[in-house]
Protein backbone atom coordinates (compact mmCIF):
# COMPACT_ATOMS: atom_id res chain seq x y z
CA UNK A 1 0.00 0.00 0.00
CA UNK A 2 1.46 3.47 -1.00
CA UNK A 3 1.83 5.87 2.21
CA UNK A 4 2.07 9.70 2.62
CA UNK A 5 3.43 10.98 5.58
CA UNK A 6 1.34 13.25 8.16
CA UNK A 7 3.07 16.12 9.59
CA UNK A 8 3.51 16.14 13.27
CA UNK A 9 1.25 18.65 15.10
CA UNK A 10 0.05 19.61 18.43
CA UNK A 11 -3.52 19.08 19.36
CA UNK A 12 -5.92 20.61 21.25
CA UNK A 13 -7.08 19.18 24.35
CA UNK A 14 -10.59 18.89 24.48
CA UNK A 15 -10.85 18.12 28.23
CA UNK A 16 -9.62 15.89 31.01
CA UNK A 17 -11.77 13.69 32.78
CA UNK A 18 -11.93 10.60 35.17
CA UNK A 19 -13.20 8.22 32.78
CA UNK A 20 -14.08 8.32 29.11
CA UNK A 21 -16.69 6.31 27.73
CA UNK A 22 -16.13 5.49 23.61
CA UNK A 23 -19.38 4.80 22.18
CA UNK A 24 -22.90 5.56 22.90
CA UNK A 25 -24.66 2.14 22.30
CA UNK A 26 -26.37 0.18 24.84
CA UNK A 27 -23.16 -0.60 26.93
CA UNK A 28 -21.87 2.50 26.51
CA UNK A 29 -25.02 4.70 27.60
CA UNK A 30 -25.08 2.34 30.30
CA UNK A 31 -21.35 2.62 31.23
CA UNK A 32 -21.34 6.27 31.17
CA UNK A 33 -24.66 6.92 33.25
CA UNK A 34 -22.89 4.16 35.76
CA UNK A 35 -19.70 6.11 36.08
CA UNK A 36 -21.07 9.42 36.55
CA UNK A 37 -23.88 8.55 39.20
CA UNK A 38 -20.85 6.82 41.61
CA UNK A 39 -19.31 10.50 41.33
CA UNK A 40 -16.80 10.57 38.34
CA UNK A 41 -16.30 12.80 35.91
CA UNK A 42 -17.25 11.68 32.79
CA UNK A 43 -17.67 12.06 29.23
CA UNK A 44 -18.99 9.92 26.33
CA UNK A 45 -17.98 10.27 22.94
CA UNK A 46 -20.24 9.31 20.13
CA UNK A 47 -19.42 9.81 16.18
CA UNK A 48 -23.32 10.25 15.70
CA UNK A 49 -25.83 12.68 16.84
CA UNK A 50 -27.61 10.50 19.01
CA UNK A 51 -27.12 7.53 21.13
CA UNK A 52 -28.63 3.83 21.05
CA UNK A 53 -25.55 2.62 18.85
CA UNK A 54 -26.94 -0.39 16.18
CA UNK A 55 -30.60 0.21 18.25
CA UNK A 56 -30.65 3.57 16.28
CA UNK A 57 -28.42 3.38 14.09
CA UNK A 58 -28.87 0.49 12.34
CA UNK A 59 -32.84 0.63 12.86
CA UNK A 60 -32.81 -2.67 15.19
CA UNK A 61 -35.66 -1.92 17.34
CA UNK A 62 -35.93 -4.86 19.59
CA UNK A 63 -34.38 -5.15 22.71
CA UNK A 64 -33.27 -8.99 23.40
CA UNK A 65 -31.54 -10.60 26.27
CA UNK A 66 -33.69 -8.52 28.92
CA UNK A 67 -35.52 -12.21 29.75
CA UNK A 68 -34.86 -15.50 30.37
CA UNK A 69 -37.06 -18.90 29.80
CA UNK A 70 -36.44 -19.66 34.03
CA UNK A 71 -37.46 -23.40 33.80
CA UNK A 72 -39.92 -22.65 32.07
CA UNK A 73 -41.33 -19.30 33.39
CA UNK A 74 -40.75 -15.60 31.65
CA UNK A 75 -38.50 -13.37 33.92
CA UNK A 76 -36.54 -10.39 33.68
CA UNK A 77 -33.70 -10.60 34.86
CA UNK A 78 -31.35 -7.16 33.17
CA UNK A 79 -32.44 -4.57 36.10
CA UNK A 80 -30.40 -1.92 37.27
CA UNK A 81 -30.02 0.98 35.53
CA UNK A 82 -31.29 -0.20 32.31
CA UNK A 83 -34.87 -0.47 34.32
CA UNK A 84 -34.42 3.44 34.33
CA UNK A 85 -33.50 3.63 30.53
CA UNK A 86 -36.68 1.30 29.88
CA UNK A 87 -38.82 2.79 32.30
CA UNK A 88 -38.13 6.32 30.38
CA UNK A 89 -38.48 4.94 26.64
CA UNK A 90 -42.33 3.35 28.09
CA UNK A 91 -43.12 6.89 29.78
CA UNK A 92 -42.32 7.99 26.21
CA UNK A 93 -44.81 6.22 25.12
CA UNK A 94 -42.37 3.84 22.45
CA UNK A 95 -41.92 0.27 24.23
CA UNK A 96 -44.47 -2.84 22.88
CA UNK A 97 -45.11 -4.96 25.72
CA UNK A 98 -42.90 -7.75 25.53
CA UNK A 99 -43.42 -10.84 23.04
CA UNK A 100 -42.81 -14.18 22.59
CA UNK A 101 -39.75 -15.11 20.17
CA UNK A 102 -39.78 -19.28 18.41
CA UNK A 103 -42.17 -20.04 21.93
CA UNK A 104 -38.90 -19.83 24.07
CA UNK A 105 -38.15 -16.62 24.79
CA UNK A 106 -39.05 -12.86 25.02
CA UNK A 107 -37.79 -9.57 23.64
CA UNK A 108 -39.38 -6.25 23.56
CA UNK A 109 -39.70 -3.60 20.72
CA UNK A 110 -38.91 -0.01 20.92
CA UNK A 111 -39.69 3.18 19.01
CA UNK A 112 -36.11 4.67 17.88
CA UNK A 113 -36.82 8.37 18.32
CA UNK A 114 -38.39 7.22 22.00
CA UNK A 115 -35.25 5.49 23.01
CA UNK A 116 -32.76 8.27 21.37
CA UNK A 117 -34.53 10.71 23.79
CA UNK A 118 -34.64 8.74 26.50
CA UNK A 119 -31.53 7.70 26.63
CA UNK A 120 -29.94 11.61 26.52
CA UNK A 121 -32.55 12.28 29.41
CA UNK A 122 -30.68 9.38 31.21
CA UNK A 123 -27.39 10.78 30.59
CA UNK A 124 -28.26 14.20 31.66
CA UNK A 125 -29.82 13.19 34.59
CA UNK A 126 -26.76 11.57 35.88
CA UNK A 127 -24.71 14.47 34.62
CA UNK A 128 -22.75 12.72 32.13
CA UNK A 129 -20.95 15.05 29.66
CA UNK A 130 -21.80 13.87 26.16
CA UNK A 131 -19.64 14.82 23.00
CA UNK A 132 -21.49 14.06 19.60
CA UNK A 133 -20.02 13.99 15.81
CA UNK A 134 -16.53 13.34 17.33
CA UNK A 135 -15.17 9.85 15.63
CA UNK A 136 -12.51 8.33 17.60
CA UNK A 137 -9.83 8.23 16.04
CA UNK A 138 -6.48 6.75 17.88
CA UNK A 139 -4.51 7.00 21.19
CA UNK A 140 -1.59 7.89 22.50
CA UNK A 141 0.39 5.85 24.96
CA UNK A 142 2.13 7.01 28.67
CA UNK A 143 3.55 3.80 27.92
CA UNK A 144 2.70 0.36 27.30
CA UNK A 145 0.08 -0.35 29.12
CA UNK A 146 -1.39 3.11 30.15
CA UNK A 147 -3.28 5.30 27.40
CA UNK A 148 -2.60 8.98 27.84
CA UNK A 149 -5.15 10.23 25.79
CA UNK A 150 -7.97 9.28 22.98
CA UNK A 151 -7.82 11.40 19.81
CA UNK A 152 -11.32 11.97 17.99
CA UNK A 153 -12.30 13.71 14.48
CA UNK A 154 -14.25 16.50 14.94
CA UNK A 155 -16.18 19.25 12.68
CA UNK A 156 -13.60 21.41 14.72
CA UNK A 157 -10.88 19.20 13.64
CA UNK A 158 -8.66 16.88 15.75
CA UNK A 159 -8.97 17.16 19.36
CA UNK A 160 -7.60 14.92 22.49
CA UNK A 161 -9.10 13.82 25.21
CA UNK A 162 -7.57 12.67 28.52
CA UNK A 163 -9.21 10.29 31.12
CA UNK A 164 -7.85 8.08 34.08
CA UNK A 165 -9.95 5.08 32.82
CA UNK A 166 -11.24 4.29 29.12
CA UNK A 167 -14.19 2.43 28.26
CA UNK A 168 -14.48 0.75 24.95
CA UNK A 169 -18.35 0.59 23.76
CA UNK A 170 -17.31 1.16 20.39
CA UNK A 171 -18.88 -2.53 19.63
CA UNK A 172 -15.88 -2.62 17.34
CA UNK A 173 -13.36 -2.42 20.14
CA UNK A 174 -11.51 0.50 18.37
CA UNK A 175 -10.43 2.13 21.23
CA UNK A 176 -8.41 -1.49 22.66
CA UNK A 177 -6.91 -2.25 19.39
CA UNK A 178 -5.66 1.23 18.89
CA UNK A 179 -4.13 0.77 22.90
CA UNK A 180 -2.30 -2.51 22.01
CA UNK A 181 -4.87 -5.08 23.52
CA UNK A 182 -4.99 -8.28 21.72
CA UNK A 183 -8.21 -9.48 19.63
CA UNK A 184 -10.02 -11.76 17.92
CA UNK A 185 -12.11 -11.83 14.91
CA UNK A 186 -14.61 -14.18 13.71
CA UNK A 187 -14.48 -18.10 14.29
CA UNK A 188 -11.47 -20.39 14.02
CA UNK A 189 -11.71 -19.53 10.06
CA UNK A 190 -12.27 -15.60 9.96
CA UNK A 191 -16.45 -16.19 9.34
CA UNK A 192 -18.08 -13.19 10.90
CA UNK A 193 -21.98 -13.53 11.53
CA UNK A 194 -23.12 -11.97 8.57
CA UNK A 195 -24.66 -8.31 8.63
CA UNK A 196 -28.10 -7.20 7.62
CA UNK A 197 -30.03 -3.58 6.42
CA UNK A 198 -32.49 -3.37 8.78
CA UNK A 199 -35.68 -1.13 7.61
CA UNK A 200 -39.16 -0.37 8.85
CA UNK A 201 -42.89 -0.64 7.09
CA UNK A 202 -45.24 1.44 7.63
CA UNK A 203 -49.16 1.90 5.89
CA UNK A 204 -50.10 -2.00 6.68
CA UNK A 205 -53.33 -2.91 7.68
CA UNK A 206 -53.24 -4.73 10.71
CA UNK A 207 -56.55 -6.37 11.19
CA UNK A 208 -55.57 -8.09 7.45
CA UNK A 209 -51.83 -8.55 8.30
CA UNK A 210 -52.74 -10.36 11.59
CA UNK A 211 -49.94 -12.41 12.60
CA UNK A 212 -47.77 -12.33 9.19
CA UNK A 213 -44.68 -13.10 11.04
CA UNK A 214 -45.61 -16.88 11.33
CA UNK A 215 -46.76 -17.21 7.74
CA UNK A 216 -44.45 -15.11 5.92
CA UNK A 217 -41.53 -17.87 6.02
CA UNK A 218 -43.63 -20.35 4.57
CA UNK A 219 -44.83 -17.65 2.19
CA UNK A 220 -41.23 -17.11 1.16
CA UNK A 221 -40.16 -20.58 1.13
CA UNK A 222 -43.17 -20.96 -1.72
CA UNK A 223 -41.95 -18.26 -3.53
CA UNK A 224 -38.62 -19.57 -3.98
CA UNK A 225 -39.92 -23.40 -5.11
CA UNK A 226 -41.93 -21.35 -7.63
CA UNK A 227 -38.58 -19.62 -8.75
CA UNK A 228 -40.05 -16.36 -8.83
CA UNK A 229 -37.58 -15.04 -5.71
CA UNK A 230 -34.19 -15.96 -4.60
CA UNK A 231 -34.26 -14.60 -1.06
CA UNK A 232 -30.61 -13.52 0.79
CA UNK A 233 -31.67 -15.82 3.94
CA UNK A 234 -34.00 -17.57 6.14
CA UNK A 235 -35.56 -16.95 8.88
CA UNK A 236 -36.99 -13.40 8.12
CA UNK A 237 -38.31 -11.33 11.00
CA UNK A 238 -41.09 -9.21 9.96
CA UNK A 239 -42.96 -8.19 13.32
CA UNK A 240 -44.87 -5.31 14.25
CA UNK A 241 -44.18 -2.18 16.13
CA UNK A 242 -46.22 -0.83 19.00
CA UNK A 243 -48.24 0.93 16.68
CA UNK A 244 -49.12 -2.07 14.02
CA UNK A 245 -48.64 -0.47 11.05
CA UNK A 246 -45.86 -0.43 11.51
CA UNK A 247 -43.64 -3.42 10.98
CA UNK A 248 -40.12 -3.96 11.12
CA UNK A 249 -38.29 -6.32 8.89
CA UNK A 250 -35.31 -8.61 9.84
CA UNK A 251 -34.68 -10.19 6.33
CA UNK A 252 -31.42 -9.25 4.54
CA UNK A 253 -28.01 -10.54 4.61
CA UNK A 254 -24.87 -8.98 3.34
CA UNK A 255 -21.49 -10.68 2.19
CA UNK A 256 -19.02 -9.88 -0.10
CA UNK A 257 -18.65 -11.28 -3.65
CA UNK A 258 -17.13 -14.20 -2.24
CA UNK A 259 -19.88 -14.94 -0.04
CA UNK A 260 -18.12 -14.37 3.26
CA UNK A 261 -19.70 -11.79 5.57
CA UNK A 262 -18.95 -7.85 5.21
CA UNK A 263 -16.45 -6.80 7.11
CA UNK A 264 -17.47 -3.83 9.62
CA UNK A 265 -13.96 -2.91 9.64
CA UNK A 266 -13.08 -2.36 5.95
CA UNK A 267 -14.41 0.65 4.53
CA UNK A 268 -14.97 -0.97 0.91
CA UNK A 269 -17.04 -3.57 2.62
CA UNK A 270 -19.10 -1.19 4.60
CA UNK A 271 -19.62 0.71 1.04
CA UNK A 272 -20.70 -2.37 -0.86
CA UNK A 273 -23.00 -3.64 2.38
CA UNK A 274 -24.95 -0.47 2.49
CA UNK A 275 -25.71 -0.09 -1.31
CA UNK A 276 -26.32 -4.07 -1.56
CA UNK A 277 -28.55 -4.07 2.16
CA UNK A 278 -30.80 -1.24 0.28
CA UNK A 279 -31.17 -3.32 -3.06
CA UNK A 280 -31.92 -6.01 -0.73
CA UNK A 281 -34.31 -4.15 1.33
CA UNK A 282 -36.06 -2.91 -1.70
CA UNK A 283 -36.68 -6.29 -3.27
CA UNK A 284 -37.88 -7.73 0.19
CA UNK A 285 -40.31 -5.11 0.33
CA UNK A 286 -41.39 -5.82 -3.36
CA UNK A 287 -42.02 -9.49 -2.06
CA UNK A 288 -43.73 -8.38 1.38
CA UNK A 289 -45.67 -6.02 -0.64
CA UNK A 290 -47.72 -9.53 -1.79
CA UNK A 291 -48.32 -10.50 2.14
CA UNK A 292 -52.16 -9.54 2.33
CA UNK A 293 -52.04 -6.50 4.68
CA UNK A 294 -48.96 -5.27 3.30
CA UNK A 295 -50.51 -4.20 0.06
CA UNK A 296 -50.22 -0.48 0.71
CA UNK A 297 -47.41 -0.90 3.09
CA UNK A 298 -44.11 1.41 2.40
CA UNK A 299 -40.48 1.90 3.54
CA UNK A 300 -40.53 4.34 6.05
CA UNK A 301 -37.44 3.87 7.15
CA UNK A 302 -33.69 2.69 5.69
CA UNK A 303 -31.67 3.47 9.21
CA UNK A 304 -28.36 5.62 8.71
CA UNK A 305 -26.15 2.72 9.09
CA UNK A 306 -25.60 -1.04 7.95
CA UNK A 307 -26.44 -3.58 10.74
CA UNK A 308 -22.43 -4.78 11.76
CA UNK A 309 -23.44 -7.92 14.72
CA UNK A 310 -19.84 -8.86 15.18
CA UNK A 311 -16.27 -7.76 14.70
CA UNK A 312 -13.10 -7.40 17.00
CA UNK A 313 -13.78 -9.14 19.96
CA UNK A 314 -11.02 -7.81 22.43
CA UNK A 315 -9.77 -10.99 24.56
CA UNK A 316 -9.98 -10.31 28.40
CA UNK A 317 -9.37 -12.41 31.30
CA UNK A 318 -12.11 -14.77 30.44
CA UNK A 319 -13.81 -15.32 27.08
CA UNK A 320 -17.42 -16.17 27.60
CA UNK A 321 -18.38 -19.33 25.02
CA UNK A 322 -20.86 -21.29 23.31
CA UNK A 323 -20.41 -23.58 26.12
CA UNK A 324 -21.11 -21.28 28.83
CA UNK A 325 -23.77 -20.16 27.11
CA UNK A 326 -25.54 -24.14 26.75
CA UNK A 327 -24.58 -25.06 29.53
CA UNK A 328 -26.02 -22.15 31.96
CA UNK A 329 -22.29 -21.42 33.09
CA UNK A 330 -22.00 -19.42 36.57
CA UNK A 331 -18.87 -17.47 37.64
CA UNK A 332 -18.18 -16.24 40.95
CA UNK A 333 -16.98 -12.84 39.60
CA UNK A 334 -20.84 -12.47 37.78
CA UNK A 335 -21.93 -9.08 37.37
CA UNK A 336 -24.90 -9.77 35.72
CA UNK A 337 -26.55 -12.46 33.47
CA UNK A 338 -27.33 -13.71 29.44
CA UNK A 339 -30.65 -15.15 29.07
CA UNK A 340 -30.59 -15.02 24.72
CA UNK A 341 -30.06 -18.18 23.46
CA UNK A 342 -26.89 -18.33 20.94
CA UNK A 343 -28.29 -17.00 17.37
CA UNK A 344 -26.09 -17.48 14.46
CA UNK A 345 -26.50 -15.33 11.58
CA UNK A 346 -24.41 -18.09 8.98
CA UNK A 347 -24.30 -18.25 5.03
CA UNK A 348 -28.21 -17.80 4.04
CA UNK A 349 -29.51 -18.61 7.30
CA UNK A 350 -29.62 -17.71 11.26
CA UNK A 351 -30.05 -20.67 13.68
CA UNK A 352 -30.73 -20.47 17.15
CA UNK A 353 -29.88 -22.87 19.82
CA UNK A 354 -31.22 -22.87 23.17
CA UNK A 355 -30.09 -24.18 26.60
CA UNK A 356 -32.31 -26.70 27.39
CA UNK A 357 -35.52 -25.47 28.04
CA UNK A 358 -37.51 -25.61 30.65
CA UNK A 359 -34.69 -28.05 32.23
CA UNK A 360 -31.72 -25.50 33.10
CA UNK A 361 -32.49 -22.32 34.66
CA UNK A 362 -32.39 -20.49 30.99
CA UNK A 363 -29.44 -17.85 31.80
CA UNK A 364 -25.50 -18.28 31.79
CA UNK A 365 -23.70 -15.82 34.19
CA UNK A 366 -21.15 -13.50 33.19
CA UNK A 367 -17.58 -12.87 34.66
CA UNK A 368 -16.37 -9.58 35.25
CA UNK A 369 -13.06 -10.68 33.77
CA UNK A 370 -14.81 -10.53 29.79
CA UNK A 371 -14.42 -6.67 30.98
CA UNK A 372 -11.42 -6.38 31.52
CA UNK A 373 -8.48 -6.69 28.79
CA UNK A 374 -5.24 -8.13 28.48
CA UNK A 375 -2.08 -6.28 28.04
CA UNK A 376 -3.49 -2.79 29.02
CA UNK A 377 -3.90 -1.39 32.71
CA UNK A 378 -6.33 1.69 32.63
CA UNK A 379 -8.99 0.17 30.08
CA UNK A 380 -12.46 -1.67 30.01
CA UNK A 381 -14.61 -3.06 27.40
CA UNK A 382 -18.05 -3.84 27.23
CA UNK A 383 -20.85 -4.58 24.35
CA UNK A 384 -20.48 -6.72 21.52
CA UNK A 385 -16.46 -6.62 21.44
CA UNK A 386 -16.14 -7.70 25.14
CA UNK A 387 -14.16 -11.02 25.63
CA UNK A 388 -16.15 -13.59 24.52
CA UNK A 389 -15.93 -16.57 21.56
CA UNK A 390 -17.26 -16.24 17.92
CA UNK A 391 -20.27 -18.41 19.58
CA UNK A 392 -20.78 -17.02 22.84
CA UNK A 393 -20.55 -13.63 21.22
CA UNK A 394 -23.36 -14.84 19.07
CA UNK A 395 -25.59 -15.14 22.47
CA UNK A 396 -24.37 -12.39 25.07
CA UNK A 397 -24.11 -9.17 21.84
CA UNK A 398 -27.89 -8.66 22.20
CA UNK A 399 -28.80 -5.53 24.09
CA UNK A 400 -29.56 -7.15 27.46
CA UNK A 401 -26.13 -8.20 27.74
CA UNK A 402 -24.70 -5.14 26.60
CA UNK A 403 -26.82 -3.47 29.25
CA UNK A 404 -25.55 -5.71 32.14
CA UNK A 405 -21.70 -5.00 30.99
CA UNK A 406 -21.93 -1.38 30.47
CA UNK A 407 -23.40 -0.88 34.34
CA UNK A 408 -20.68 -3.22 35.47
CA UNK A 409 -17.90 -1.48 33.40
CA UNK A 410 -18.83 1.93 34.94
CA UNK A 411 -19.24 0.90 38.48
CA UNK A 412 -15.66 -0.82 38.27
CA UNK A 413 -14.29 2.05 36.85
CA UNK A 414 -15.20 4.35 39.42
CA UNK A 415 -14.79 1.77 42.51
CA UNK A 416 -11.29 1.31 40.74
CA UNK A 417 -10.60 5.32 41.13
CA UNK A 418 -11.77 5.47 44.33
CA UNK A 419 -9.19 2.34 45.90
CA UNK A 420 -6.26 3.91 43.68
CA UNK A 421 -5.90 1.07 42.07
CA UNK A 422 -6.34 -0.16 38.35
CA UNK A 423 -9.87 -2.15 37.00
CA UNK A 424 -8.14 -5.44 37.15
CA UNK A 425 -7.39 -5.26 40.73
CA UNK A 426 -11.02 -4.15 42.38
CA UNK A 427 -12.05 -6.24 44.98
CA UNK A 428 -14.79 -8.25 42.71
CA UNK A 429 -17.20 -8.66 46.00
CA UNK A 430 -17.20 -5.14 46.13
CA UNK A 431 -18.42 -4.38 42.54
CA UNK A 432 -20.91 -7.23 43.00
CA UNK A 433 -22.28 -5.56 46.51
CA UNK A 434 -22.23 -2.54 44.70
CA UNK A 435 -24.22 -3.76 41.28
CA UNK A 436 -26.79 -5.03 43.61
CA UNK A 437 -27.24 -2.07 45.62
CA UNK A 438 -27.81 -0.04 42.04
CA UNK A 439 -30.55 -2.62 41.66
CA UNK A 440 -29.06 -5.14 39.27
CA UNK A 441 -29.67 -9.12 39.20
CA UNK A 442 -26.05 -10.66 39.28
CA UNK A 443 -27.13 -13.95 39.39
CA UNK A 444 -25.43 -15.80 42.32
CA UNK A 445 -27.34 -16.70 44.99
CA UNK A 446 -29.29 -13.66 44.24
CA UNK A 447 -33.39 -14.28 43.80
CA UNK A 448 -34.26 -14.33 40.49
CA UNK A 449 -36.25 -11.01 39.79
CA UNK A 450 -40.21 -11.73 39.38
CA UNK A 451 -42.33 -10.35 36.49
CA UNK A 452 -41.66 -8.60 33.15
C1 LIG B 1 -29.17 -6.23 12.07
C2 LIG B 1 -29.07 -6.44 13.53
C3 LIG B 1 -30.17 -6.89 14.24
C4 LIG B 1 -30.09 -7.05 15.61
N1 LIG B 1 -31.20 -7.43 16.30
C5 LIG B 1 -31.19 -7.34 17.65
C6 LIG B 1 -32.39 -7.46 18.38
O1 LIG B 1 -33.47 -7.69 17.83
N2 LIG B 1 -32.32 -7.28 19.72
C7 LIG B 1 -31.13 -7.02 20.36
O2 LIG B 1 -31.13 -6.84 21.57
N3 LIG B 1 -29.98 -6.95 19.69
C8 LIG B 1 -29.99 -7.06 18.35
N4 LIG B 1 -28.84 -6.90 17.66
C9 LIG B 1 -27.56 -6.79 18.41
C10 LIG B 1 -27.38 -5.47 19.12
O3 LIG B 1 -28.06 -4.42 18.47
C11 LIG B 1 -25.92 -5.09 19.23
O4 LIG B 1 -25.12 -6.20 19.44
C12 LIG B 1 -25.75 -4.10 20.36
O5 LIG B 1 -26.33 -2.87 19.96
C13 LIG B 1 -24.29 -3.92 20.71
O6 LIG B 1 -24.20 -2.88 21.65
P1 LIG B 1 -22.82 -2.14 21.90
O7 LIG B 1 -23.12 -1.03 22.83
O8 LIG B 1 -21.79 -3.14 22.25
O9 LIG B 1 -22.37 -1.58 20.46
P2 LIG B 1 -23.14 -0.80 19.33
O10 LIG B 1 -24.59 -0.90 19.45
O11 LIG B 1 -22.49 -1.21 18.06
O12 LIG B 1 -22.76 0.72 19.65
C14 LIG B 1 -21.47 1.22 19.45
C15 LIG B 1 -21.55 2.72 19.38
O13 LIG B 1 -20.24 3.23 19.26
C16 LIG B 1 -20.17 4.20 18.22
N5 LIG B 1 -18.83 4.13 17.68
C17 LIG B 1 -18.22 3.06 17.12
N6 LIG B 1 -16.97 3.35 16.78
C18 LIG B 1 -16.78 4.64 17.13
C19 LIG B 1 -15.67 5.51 17.03
N7 LIG B 1 -14.50 5.12 16.51
N8 LIG B 1 -15.83 6.79 17.46
C20 LIG B 1 -17.01 7.22 17.99
N9 LIG B 1 -18.09 6.42 18.12
C21 LIG B 1 -17.96 5.14 17.69
C22 LIG B 1 -21.24 3.76 17.25
O14 LIG B 1 -21.70 4.84 16.43
C23 LIG B 1 -22.32 3.23 18.19
O15 LIG B 1 -23.21 4.24 18.58
C24 LIG B 1 -28.88 -6.77 16.30
C25 LIG B 1 -27.76 -6.33 15.58
C26 LIG B 1 -27.85 -6.17 14.22
C27 LIG B 1 -26.67 -5.64 13.51
Same mark, same amino acid.
Given at each position: ?????????? *??????????????? +????????????A???????????????????????????????????M???????????? %???????? =????????G?? =??????? #??????A?????? #????????? =???????R !?????????????????????E??????? !?????AW??? &????? !???????? +??????????? +?E??????R?? &?????? #??A??T?K????????????? +?I??????????????S??????????????????????????????? @??????? *?????????????????????????????C?S?????????? &?????? #??????????? &????????? @??????P???????M?????????????A???????????? %? %?????????????? @??????????????Q??????????????L
Open positions: MKTIQEPARQ *IPLYGEYEVVVLGGG +PAGIIAAVAASRGRRTLLIERYGFLGGMGTAAGVTNFCGLHANVHGERRVVQGIASDLL %ARIERLGG =LNAPHLVLKI =LAQAYDT #AAYKIADDLLGA #AGVDILFHA =LGAGVAM !DDRHIEALFVETKAGRQAVRAIFIDCSG !DGDLAAGA &PFEVG !DDQGHMLY +PSMMFRLNGID +PKAGDAWTI &PALMEK #AEAGHFPRKAAIVRPQRR +PEWRVNFTQLKREDGAINGLEPDDLTRGEIDGRRQALAAFEFLRSV @PGFEQSY *IIDLPPQLGIRETRRIIGGYRVSGEDVLGAFEDSIGVNGW &PMETHV #AGDVIFTFPPI &PESRGYNEL @PYRMLVQGVDNLLAGRCASMTHEGQSARVSGACFVMGE %A %AGTAAALALSGNTI @PRDIAVEKLQDTLRQGAFIGRDQKVPEG
